[in-house]
């Protein structure tokens, strides 16, 4: 399997684990500090599996109320910076990781 296919794929896995983060976060009023860990240990357990993967071709391998009525800050900001890295990445299939009107289809 290529590295961006492999990479890819472990996005859209990311994407998926968030998205469902934030509908137990929501769904059980999880306090904000808890939200920001999960996602802050997702981003690293991301980050070190895309360098494993660059490493395995030969590659170089870096207020405490929840927000209601929006995703969480934690999972909007690293859903914003997959969807940057996307774009950098292919493109022509940057719109591919959005759902409809370039949100992330997490419902």
């Not at 719109?95 to 949100?103: D, N, Q």
Request: net charge neutral; glycine share 14%; with cysteine.
């Amino acid at each position: 399997m290529e590295n961006r296919t492999v990479t890819q794929a472990l996005r859209e896995m990311l994407r998926e684990q968030l998205c469902c983060v934030g509908r137990v976060a929501a769904r059980h009023q999880l306090p904000d500090d808890a939200v920001w860990d999960v996602v802050k240990g997702f981003e690293v357990i991301y980050r070190r599996a895309c360098q494993q993967v660059e490493r395995s071709a030969g590659g170089s391998g870096g207020d405490s109320s929840p927000r209601r009525g929006g995703p969480h800050p934690g999972l909007a900001g690293l859903l914003d910076r997959l969807r940057r890295e996307e774009a950098v990445a292919a493109p022509d299939e940057a719109g591919s990781l959005a759902g409809v009107g370039g949100e992330p289809t997490c419902g």
